[in-house]
């Protein structure tokens, strides 16, 4: 007996996953994915010869799904420097993570990142969040926001303000810090225990090697699904595909499904402008962080110092990627952006050339409370339709492979 067709909506890195698993259990799931390629949040676009990922990210190698899923090899990962290279208003200094680099500990010591006493709170946190398990990094924190948590921890405002704010603001989005302290507990011990990475060939590398590992799996693209009922999926041209097998919808699931209409999921946006610069720029594979008032960027990388195959043709100069505080999608603010730029790079006047700009308005999904797993029946819809997506569990692509995996894993067990 063929087994019944299965239907996946969205070919992101969690509907990849949800195929990957289908497969494993004898199916040939239909992917249908609304946009012309594969990757979902996961893109990279060649301009002008630069590798340029849709919104800066990274591949923390720690991610549990990450180690499940993906080659790491023969993505051919450039790791970060642990640490960053911060600017306040007046000046700017570089420090170090002694726990990743013991020989740094005396420049991490005398650094003005924060106190004495904020630098033996983070080694302990480090080393108390080494020795905690990722689920435990959740429970009783799902609801806290982390800056609270924070100031619970006797963290002053000075560290607070230049290094937590554009640091986990540059990865939750939100410089705020409302995120749950679950996110940041485990995007800490991630840190702490990982590298932070780019694949050479850019982000959209990741959705790649997972479409890869696909043998019997039908993709579509340009292919929108308008609705879901039962088990019929009905595309935007009106086109009805019958999915006895089931149906696992890994996108937002509101404007599919009738009955979720009036529970939209809601985002963080972020703005990413591109420049190069015709000197280079050698900036140590730190990450840049921000913490001035007056600046309208939050962080910035030099790629090429992290992953020089960012830079496609041999030529001189830096490629930089910048994030800016908020999503900003006005126009005018490249102007302003470079000028900040040039301030904290400290580059002569000239040296900037603009290259692109992404508002990605739909970035991260915000969550409270976050989850790290969750039961077979949180996904499940009917018995013949789950859920998938980031939007399930927390904002991390680690979340999205995971909720690929676990809606699969119900939709057999049914
Ligand atoms: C700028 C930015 C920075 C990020 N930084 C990090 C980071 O540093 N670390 C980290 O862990 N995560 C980061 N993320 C988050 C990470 O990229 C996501 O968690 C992950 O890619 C989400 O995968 P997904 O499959 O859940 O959703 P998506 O990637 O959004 O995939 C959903 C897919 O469904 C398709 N679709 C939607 N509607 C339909 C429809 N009606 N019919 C058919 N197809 C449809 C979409 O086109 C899309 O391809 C970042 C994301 C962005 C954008």
């Given amino acids: 007996m063929p087994h019944p067709q299965i239907t996946i909506i969205g070919a992101g890195a969690a509907g990849l996953v949800a195929a990957i698993e289908l497969e494993k259990a004898g199916f ?31 591949l923390l190698t720690e991610y549990p799904e990450v180690k499940r899923y993906l080659d790491v090899k023969a993505l051919d990962l450039k790791a970060f420097r642990p640490g960053g290279h911060v600017h306040t208003r007046q000046t700017h200094f570089r420090f170090a993570d002694p726990l990743r680099e013991p020989a740094q500990l005396v420049r991490s010591a005398l650094s003005a990142v924060g106190t004495l006493s904020d630098k033996i709170k ?32 006797g963290f002053s405002e000075q560290i607070v303000e230049r290094f937590f704010r554009p640091f986990f603001g540059g990865i939750f989005l939100e410089r705020d ?26 982000i959209e590398a990741v959705p790649k090697q997972l479409a890869e590992q696909l043998k019997t799996t039908e993709i579509r693209c340009n292919t929108a699904v308008r609705s879901v009922s039962g088990t019929t999926v009905t595309l935007a041209d009106g086109t009805e595909i019958d999915s006895p097998g089931g149906i696992i919808i890994a996108c937002p699931p509101e404007r599919i499904l009738p009955q979720l209409v009036g529970t939209p999921t809601e985002w963080k946006g972020t703005t990413n402008l591109y420049f190069y610069s015709n000197r280079g720029l050698k900036e140590n594979r730190l990450i840049n962080l921000v913490s001035d008032p007056t600046s309208l960027i939050n962080t910035f ?40 730029l040039l301030r904290h790079s400290r580059l002569p006047n000239d040296s ?16 409270s409370p976050v989850a790290y797993r969750y039961d077979p ?5 009917t018995d013949r339709i789950f859920l998938a997506g980031d939007h399930q569990l927390n904002g991390s692509l680690d979340a999205a492979l995971r909720s690929g995996r676990l809606a699969a894993e119900s939709l057999l067990s049914v």
Wanted: aromatic share 8%; proline share 5%; charged share 25%.
């Fill in 301 to 340: 990388s030099v790629l090429d110092e992290v992953a020089p195959t960012y830079k496609m043709k041999q030529q001189g100069g830096s490629l930089i990627s910048v994030t800016l505080r908020d999503m900003m999608p006005r126009e005018g603010i490249i102007g302003q952006a470079e000028q900040d």
């Fill in 28 to 58: 040939s799931p239909l992917l249908l994915e609304a946009t012309d390629r594969i990757g979902g949040r996961l893109k990279t676009d060649e301009v002008d010869g630069f590798l340029l990922d849709r919104g800066f990210q990274v």
């Fill in 177 to 202: 810090l409302h995120t749950p302290a679950a996110m940041f507990r485990f995007i800490f011990k991630m840190f702490s225990t990982g590298k932070a990475t780019l694949p050479a060939a850019g």
């Fill in 352 to 367: 900037l050339k603009f290259l692109a700009r992404y508002d990605v308005a739909q970035s991260l999904p915000k969550i």
């Fill in 377 to 381: 029946t949180h996904c499940r819809v």
């Fill in 122 to 153: 983070l080694a302990r946190l480090g080393l108390k969040l080494r020795t905690t398990s990722v689920e435990d990094c959740f429970p009783g924190y799902a609801e806290v926001r982390t800056i609270d948590y924070l100031w619970s921890l």
